[in-house]
């Protein structure tokens, strides 16, 4: 069984950076796609990126894109999320999910379909602040 845990995140003021960490355990991460979602206070889940299993593809929200970036180590059985340029409206838990199926080799599954998704992670909050 998949399992993912969540790190990196933290306090960091307008127009910062952070890089969350997504690290699995159980299985080889390379037999599955991963995406980030976050779920800000009061407010419902959304996605933010995903990639591909072989991580060659990538797929961004556009309330992210040119600021964040994806990128997945199968050698370290980790995924990535490079936060650039943070927005107090970034403010959220970021959780990571897995993705499992041949499908996923080749191609980001969608972000907006949470069902999609096999093995969730517990989150790590952001906070964007000054």
């Known amino acids: 069984q998949l399992q993912v845990v969540e790190s990196g995140g933290g306090l960091v003021q307008p127009g910062g950076s952070l890089r969350l960490s997504c690290t699995a355990s159980?299985?080889?991460?390379?037999?599955?796609?991963l995406a980030w979602f976050r779920q800000a206070p009061g407010k419902g889940r959304e996605g933010v990126s995903s990639?591909?299993?072989?991580?060659?593809?990538?797929h961004y929200a556009n309330f992210v894109k040119g600021r964040f970036t994806i990128s997945k180590d199968n050698a370290e059985n980790t995924v990535y999320l490079q936060m650039n340029s943070l927005k107090p409206e970034d403010t959220a838990v970021y959780s990571c999910a897995a993705a499992s199926g041949s499908r996923w080799y080749y191609a980001p599954p969608s972000v907006t379909d949470a069902s999609l998704y096999d093995s969730w992670g517990q989150g790590t909050p952001v906070t964007v602040s000054s």
């Open positions: 159980g299985v080889s991460l390379d037999q599955y796609a």
């Open positions: 990639i591909s299993s072989r991580g060659g593809s990538t």
